[in-house]
């Protein structure tokens, strides 16, 4: 059975600080994760993917990948309140559809 | 422009009929998926389709019928049968099966049973 874990939160962080949001996945086959960020009532977008192990960067945003420990994660630098949102994390195993975590809920204060 | 286009945005529906909400996608994906979300619930799988004319069932397809007889369209109906249909649905495509750029989003259709 292919899982997608994620703390729900809330988690909350003030304004500027660095946004750590984790995902576990319990079988090593995955080829590739993906985050998407989802605002209230509307659908998920997505914000990054990452395949290969360590660390990709766009912008505020970066991923994370360590397959032997089977974690990825994502840091958003400099938090804004306009990342508050859920973010979910999502997993690609062969020729199946995307496997989903149920999100984590992210609150930035000002 | 490029995208998902899911319609009617809101949907009510009177217990006992069936309903059936839209999803078209000019992405030129082979792939298309619907997903059911639940408040403060992650995704659930409902059908998924990999190419024109077939179709599989996800986690929770009781009460749910596709059809794919177009690249474009991947139909959803939700039938009597489905007992509790009050939720967001959300129709999703890729190239392939979206191991290599993820899965793309429609709007979505918030369907109310009154």
């Known amino acids: 059975q292919k899982e997608v874990e994620q703390n729900s939160g809330p988690l909350s962080v003030p304004e500027g600080a660095i946004a750590s949001l984790n995902c576990t996945y319990s079988?090593?086959?995955?080829?590739?994760f993906f985050w998407y960020r989802q605002y209230s009532g509307k659908s998920p977008e997505l914000i990054m993917f990452?395949?290969?192990?360590g660390d990709k960067e766009d912008g505020r945003f970066t991923a994370q990948l360590n397959k032997a420990s089977q974690y990825v994660s994502l840091l958003i630098r400099d938090s804004q309140p306009s990342d508050s949102a859920t973010y979910l994390c999502?997993?690609?195993?062969?020729?199946?559809?995307?496997?989903f975590g149920k999100g984590t809920r992210l609150s930035v204060i000002a | 422009d490029g995208g998902i286009t899911q319609s009617p945005k809101y949907l009510f529906r009177k217990e006992g009929q069936n309903v059936t909400l839209s999803c078209e996608q000019n992405?030129?994906?082979?792939?298309m998926y619907w997903y059911r979300q639940d408040p403060g619930q992650g995704l659930r799988l409902i059908y998924y389709?990999?190419?024109?004319?077939?179709?599989q069932k996800g986690d929770i397809a009781e009460g749910y019928s596709v059809s794919r007889e177009k690249k474009e369209s991947f139909p959803l109906t939700v039938t009597s049968a489905q007992k509790n249909p009050t939720a967001f649905y959300l129709c999703?495509?890729?190239?392939?099966?979206?191991?290599?750029?993820?899965?793309?989003f429609g709007p979505g259709t918030r369907l109310t049973v009154l």
């Open positions: 999703a495509s890729s190239i392939g099966q979206g191991l290599v750029q993820g899965q793309f």
């Open positions: 079988d090593r086959g995955s080829q590739s």
């Open positions: 990452i395949y290969s192990n």
């Open positions: 999502a997993g690609a195993w062969g020729n199946t559809p995307l496997v």
């Open positions: 992405l030129n994906h082979d792939a």
């Open positions: 389709s990999q190419i024109v004319n077939d179709f």
